[in-house]
């Protein structure tokens, strides 16, 4: 199956995406209210979550970038920030006009490996393969020019097909108006030639955006610049055009396996074996249609 | 005080400062804090920190200068500064005559510190409070002190975008839930103002590298908003107005001031670049000034800010410059302007060695071209253009050609880096590590507990705990500490009422370990209640291992922590933190101490009405807490 922006436009610019990198994510947040402000997503309620500083919980109707706040303890070698440490080393002698009668200052008591604090902003992955598109019954949901999977609020009728058919659970149906809603990876920005809103209000380049052919350049030189670092943890997903979805086009780099920021390990999509089906379910039916018409013909002889 | 010293000295040492990638960046929690201390709105400097006169200790503008200049280096000019900041207020009526109208500045006959004040109103010395900005309801050490306060007050003016607690609190303030204020009782008239956003208005932001950013205004504020500058043009234009005609000689500094600022719109909103150029100065032909060099003290040139001098030369706004980045070289001269002189690295002749060369040229800065015989490189070099590394002054040169071609720190009167200074600070010469007002533990470094400098407002609702092996230190056994989220602003006025920033922090939590949430019973995601000597709120509890136990004079503790920004108004309500801190200032700065403090915790939510008042009586009696307790030097 190819990119239907590959057969269906003239001259189509080159597929763009997001690369968004979870190395350097501060977990600002300035790309969930960027999102908000620029496609008008409505504020979506104040919960108190205890998810560490995740009030957003996922990604949602009203929720089309999330930043994961997770608090780690892997044993996986965290990125050195060059940030100075609580307390000396243990062994230090004492300084000059340190009272003799007390111990030596505070240090923390840490527990088993090292703890981590995982920040990395989610968003639609606007597959190669997205079923979303596929069930799609009124065509609202499209494949642009750029490549980029984008719902029409104007032509969704609310069947809510798209919803369970996304493999990573993104596209979601909008209590209010019961229409599906997600990231559009700004089509209307990108029809002028402006980057996406979250990219531009990312203040570290955690999120990048371009061509994603050049995106996926400049991922395995960060991977590689990480490994070379002694980050051996880091790891691309969703980069792999021979993945169960053809590739995402807004794919990430992750400090830890997949499944600790709540992504799929290993996403199909959805719709993947629906021609097989129709075949087998096609067999079947002229399996029968042969069976009852041996038995008419033989009820008949 | 301790560390930002340490700090300084650290990197004067280590050969840090002036040179690309050195000196100290403070993480500050305003758009233009430095801006509010270079133009000030402290109450003991004047612009270009020039300090403000004091009643009879300088009883003339030659008293004035004589008490603070220098002999040498560039504060040896501050006639000419002062002089011309005189001339920009003034304008005609100051004249050498009249000591260019310095009586008609006010004196200081003692500290107007923000803690002082509040103290004065409370005793009912102070009568008038304006709040532009600031929300000390929520936002100050011992928010229900600054209420007391302002209880007391005659009449106070809030300017803001939402009606804040400091606006509210005489109807539905926490005291009024205890019972211990009455509505009814207070005599306070409440002004509310509402205030223009920066996308509303004209103007400009300092940030804390110096550098002034212009931004110009987007759309027309909505309903009564107005922007600050049109509330401070057109009060003093109303009170001009009434006292026009008047032969009342206290009246002449209001009369005589040259408050003639062009204005434009519906509005009549004052054109924010005519202050600019004010700010900038002009020579006795009203033409800009380029350079606080040109500054005379005879009264032939104006400038509002002597180090803002040149943000408006060539009667350009240079503060409103946005070139690209590929446009220009990695210094970027040409995005916005910083002061002094537009130089983005203070004392960067520290960027090259002491013959003017480079210390190594992957931070090649600014060095000095023999060939040309100047200092030149990627910024405006902070030294005279032509002075030679190898220039010795001359017997009895003074000003700036008193240092030599090897003094980079040409602010400092020997042109050196100071270690510390002989006198100033109202503590020791030199920083040391004292214990927070309130600790679960003694000084481990030296047998003085707390700086002995510190300044404390001893009175019954700022009340202090016992500290270290003191008798009832242990009824507050926890080190608590008060910080921000990236989601809310400082009190919350800019982003509690925002829905979409609200929505990522709804609620005020604390933050504890897993031993200390089964030491007290907590439960992550339920409700805790925290205890001081001067209050008590509640906070849902988020029990994480980012909190780690403390193990301190062999002793293991555990801290608590309070993001400070709540209040009972807004979209986003809860508690505020610094209803639990004290008033316990730093001797130099009067910084209040609320990063530090001791605390008690536990389970469950706090007391209502007056029970919440009697539970903190209750801590204080079993504590022993009296008026002298913590006070202690």
Not at chain 1, 44 to 50: E, H, R
Not at chain 2, 155 to 182: H, Y
Not at chain 2, 188 to 193: A, K, M, S, Y
Not at chain 2, 317 to 336: I, K, M, T
Request: hydrophobic share 35%; glycine share 10%; with cysteine.
């Amino acid at each position: 199956m190819g990119l239907l922006s590959e057969s269906e436009y003239d001259d189509a610019p080159p597929r763009m995406g997001f690369f968004t990198d979870t190395s350097v994510c501060i977990g600002c947040k300035a790309c969930e209210v960027a999102c908000k402000e620029w496609n008008h997503v409505p504020e979506d309620g104040l919960n108190y979550t205890g998810m560490s500083y995740d009030n957003t919980q996922g990604l949602g109707a009203d929720s089309w970038r999330h930043v994961a706040f997770i608090e780690n303890r892997s044993g996986a070698t965290p990125v050195d920030l060059g940030m100075p440490e609580v307390g000396g080393p243990p062994d230090a002698p004492a300084a000059a006009g340190v009272r003799p009668d007390l111990p030596p200052g505070g240090d923390l008591i840490d527990g088993e490996g090292k703890l981590q604090w995982l920040m990395a902003s989610d968003v639609c992955k606007h597959c190669t393969h997205a079923a979303c598109l596929d069930v799609c019954p009124t065509g609202s949901l499209f494949r642009t020019e750029f490549g980029t999977v984008v719902v029409q609020e104007d032509i969704c009728n609310g069947c809510g097909y798209c919803i369970p058919a996304c493999p990573y659970g993104v596209i979601d149906q909008r209590k209010e108006d019961g229409r599906a809603w997600k990231c559009t990876l700004c089509y209307d920005r990108l029809e002028v030639g402006m980057e996406p809103a979250c990219a531009k209000a990312c203040p570290t380049d955690s999120i990048q955006f371009g061509p994603l052919d050049e995106l996926r350049e400049r991922a395995e030189a960060r991977v590689e610049q990480l490994h070379e670092k002694g980050v051996d943890v880091a790891r691309l997903y969703g980069h792999d055009p021979d993945d169960g979805v053809g590739g995402d086009g807004a794919f990430f780099l992750l400090l830890d396996e997949p499944e600790t920021y709540g992504l799929p390990p290993d996403p199909v999509v959805t719709t993947r074996d629906l021609p097989a089906m129709w075949r087998r379910a096609g067999l079947a039916a002229l399996g029968l249609a042969v069976g009852v018409a041996v038995a008419a013909l033989g009820g008949s002889s | 005080m301790q560390y930002i010293r340490s700090a300084a000295i650290l990197q004067s040492l280590l050969g840090n400062i002036g040179r690309p990638g050195g000196g100290i960046l403070a993480l500050r929690g305003h758009a233009s804090i430095q801006g509010s201390t270079d133009i000030p709105t402290l109450y003991n400097l004047l612009p270009g920190y020039l300090p403000m006169p004091h009643a009879h200790e300088h009883e003339d503008l030659d008293a004035y200068i004589e008490a603070d200049s220098t002999e040498k280096g560039y504060w040896a000019e501050s006639r000419s500064y002062m002089v011309s900041l005189l001339k920009a207020w003034w304008g005609a009526a100051a004249t050498p005559e009249n000591d260019f109208c310095f009586d008609y500045l006010p004196r200081l006959t003692g500290s107007a510190s923000t803690y002082d004040t509040v103290m004065a109103q409370l005793a009912g010395e102070t009568n008038g409070y304006f709040l532009i900005g600031e929300n000390p309801a929520v936002g100050s050490a011992n928010a229900k002190l600054q209420r007391l306060g302002m209880a007391k007050l005659d009449w106070l003016v809030v300017r803001d975008f939402s009606l804040i607690e400091s606006a509210t609190w005489w109807k539905d303030g926490p005291e009024i839930e205890t019972g211990e204020m009455r509505t009814e009782d207070i005599g306070t008239e409440v002004f509310f103002l509402p205030a223009a956003a920066h996308t509303e208005k004209d103007g400009s932001f300092t940030n804390t590298q110096r550098l002034l950013q212009f931004h110009h205004q987007a759309v027309e504020p909505e309903g009564d908003a107005r922007s600050d500058l049109w509330f401070t043009f057109h009060l003093g234009r109303k009170i001009r107005e009434r006292l026009a005609g008047s032969t009342d000689p206290r009246d002449r500094p209001l009369l005589d001031l040259t408050w003639d600022y062009p204005t434009k719109g519906r509005h009549a909103e004052p054109e924010a670049e005519a202050v600019v150029a004010e700010i900038n100065g002009w020579d006795a032909n009203g033409d800009p000034l380029s350079s606080y060099e040109q500054l005379n003290d005879d009264g032939s040139t104006a400038c509002g800010c002597w180090i803002y001098c040149g943000v408006y030369s060539d009667g350009v706004n240079q503060a409103a410059r946005r070139r690209p980045a590929g446009e220009q070289s990695w210094v970027a001269p040409e995005w916005g302007w910083a002061w002094p002189a537009n130089r983005r690295l203070l004392y960067n002749r520290a960027s090259a060695d002491p013959d003017g060369k480079p210390w190594s040229e992957r931070k090649a800065y600014v060095w000095w071209d023999e060939e040309n015989a100047l200092w030149t490189g990627h910024d405006i070099p902070d030294f005279a253009e032509n002075k030679s590394p190898h220039y010795r002054p001359p017997a009895g040169a003074r000003g700036a050609e008193a240092l030599t071609g090897l003094d980079p720190f040409v602010m400092q009167a020997d042109g050196k880096a100071w270690l510390f200074v002989p006198s100033g600070l109202t503590d020791g010469p030199l920083p040391t590590h004292y214990e927070p007002q309130e600790s679960p533990f003694r000084n481990p470094l030296y047998r003085q507990q707390r700086n002995p400098a510190r300044e404390l407002h001893p009175h019954e609702s700022n009340r202090l705990q016992p500290s270290g092996d003191q008798a009832g230190a242990d009824v507050f056994p926890y080190p608590l500490t008060t910080y921000r989220l990236t989601e809310h602003h400082t009190a919350g006025g800019m982003t509690r009422w925002v829905p979409y920033l609200a929505e990522l922090q709804p609620e005020l939590f604390c933050e504890v370990s897993p031993e200390l949430a089964a030491e007290r019973g907590l439960e992550h995601n339920g409700w805790a209640t925290i205890v001081t000597a001067r209050g008590v709120v509640e906070a849902r509890v988020m029990v994480t291992e980012r909190m780690q136990p403390l193990r301190v004079a062999g002793r293991t503790t555990h801290q608590v922590g309070l993001p400070y920004h709540w209040g009972p108004n807004g979209y986003s309500v809860g508690d505020s933190p610094n209803d639990l801190t004290s008033v316990a200032l730093d001797p130099n700065v009067h910084i209040q101490e609320v990063k530090a403090l001791a605390c008690d915790i536990r389970p469950g939510r706090r007391p209502r009405g007056a029970d919440r008042a009697e539970l903190v009586r209750d801590y204080q009696r079993r504590a022993g807490i009296d008026d002298e307790t913590g006070t202690e030097v």
